[in-house]
């Protein structure tokens, strides 16, 4: 097998200082907890950006300023979320984009989330397909239902996406599909021809899961957007904890972890110039 792929999603639009106290909100703290979990393990990190005063923002300066920060202490394949919170319009959402990162996030359809919706208009998702392949930008394809990789296999087929997609496998976010090794076989099979995918569980189905992805040749998304707990009833000291245990089991199975360098090789990405 590839070595494995580990994806630190550090922050997310959710969590609070409240739930989690070690939560990274400022850019300088963003940057401190990458840098623990490249050290960890980590070749991706997945941002969102917050305000001072903890809320959502996909404003560009703020990730402008994050990315800087992260690119001052490591190196590492920096993948922004075009998800931001819910409620924010299409424009909001797209304009880390522009700033030409490695990656972006690429949510396939719409979800119930919780008590919300996660709309995703086919409409505005093909704009943001074609904006993040005029910028250089690998989509990962967020996929939280069944039906959102046949969405992807069509327009693999309309030249919208390139073939070889990287995926995301979302399993337990409320109102989506369950986070279940059934359910995480299912979609597997599903996948397009030659596509690289990541799993990231919800809760405490993150450690399963992943360490059913390093056994399947997947790839492992960890971190507080995720999951703030290390195990039932205790909080994790860290996004680096977390990454340190999948890294940890990896090895245990003989299956390297890859470098920032090795996982643009697997992904087929060129290394970004700093922005």
């Avoid at 940057?31 to 809320?55: K, N």
């Amino acid at each position: 097998m590839e070595k494995l792929i580990i994806t630190a999603a550090l922050t997310g639009a959710e969590v609070t200082r409240e739930q989690q106290p070690a939560l990274p909100v400022m850019p300088d703290e963003i940057a401190a907890a990458a840098e623990a979990c490249v050290r960890a393990g980590a070749s991706i990190v997945h941002l969102h950006a917050r305000r001072p005063d903890g809320t959502p923002t996909q404003d560009k300066a703020v990730y402008r300023e994050i990315i800087a920060a992260i690119r001052a202490r490591c190196d590492v394949i920096i993948q922004v979320s075009t998800g931001g919170a819910v409620g924010m319009t299409p424009a909001e959402r797209l304009a880390p984009v522009t700033l030409a990162p490695e990656m972006a996030t690429l949510s396939m359809g719409s979800v119930n989330f919780g008590s919300d919706v996660f709309l995703n208009h086919p409409a505005d998702m093909t704009v943001f397909a074609r904006t993040m392949r005029e910028h250089g930008v690998k989509p990962e394809l967020e996929i939280f239902d069944s039906g959102m990789l046949t969405t992807a296999e069509r327009w693999i087929k309309q030249g919208l996406l390139d073939p070889a997609v990287h995926v995301d496998l979302v399993l337990g976010v409320p109102g989506a599909m369950a986070a279940t090794p059934e359910s995480l076989m299912f979609l597997r099979a599903q996948l397009p021809a030659g596509a690289t995918w990541t799993v990231a569980g919800i809760g405490p189905a993150q450690l399963p899961l992943g360490a059913m992805a390093i056994l399947l040749g997947g790839h492992v998304r960890v971190g507080f957007e995720d999951n703030i707990f290390f195990r039932k009833g205790e909080l994790a000291v860290s996004n680096a904890q977390l990454v340190a245990r999948i890294a940890r089991i990896s090895h245990e199975m003989e299956r390297p972890v890859a470098t920032p360098d090795e996982a643009r090789a697997i992904l087929g990405l060129a290394r970004r110039l700093n922005h």
